[in-house]
């Protein structure tokens, strides 16, 4: 066994829910997480992009990983929140709001308790994942965020709310 488990190799995620899987992203990437509030319907954005939200001001994309991953979008109940995470989009941080469940805890992992995403049989596409975190006999999904979302359809989003009020009207 090696030294490995040194504090400063450990890393922190925040777990939260999924269609009752449990997934994680790297604490470092959260910006905060904010009850579910009003989420205002964008047309013609991806279907897993469920609207946009105003925080402090700005809007900001509003993910539902459940339609993303399984195709059916997350029921909304009282433990229901947005986790605000900051992917690089185009090179440089942004916000996304993901939709979750509920929020879970927070792990801190050393590398041998990170496995390699299966290459088989794993309930979302692999390469939307970073690893597993083992938390007791099961395993934390660690997502990578700069890849659950292409830069086009989070560009469709920017689009599509320029869009929202058309400037040509016949008169």
Known sequence: ????????????????????????????????????????????????????????????????????????????????????VEPQIDGGPGIIGLITEAVGQVLSLGADEIADPPTFAAPIRTEFLRGMGRVGKKFALILDIDRLLTVDELLSTVLAEAEVAPEEHAT
């Open 1 to 84: 066994m090696t030294s490995s488990g040194s504090e400063e190799e450990r890393l922190e995620h925040l777990t939260f829910f999924i269609r009752g899987e449990e997934y994680a992203v790297d604490l470092h990437r959260v910006r905060e997480v904010i009850e579910y509030d009003t989420v205002t319907k964008v047309p013609q954005l991806p279907p897993a992009v469920r609207g946009v939200t105003n925080l402090r001001g700005a809007v900001v994309p509003v993910v539902d990983l459940a339609i993303k991953f399984h195709g059916a979008e997350t029921a909304v109940d009282r433990r229901t929140c947005i986790v605000l």
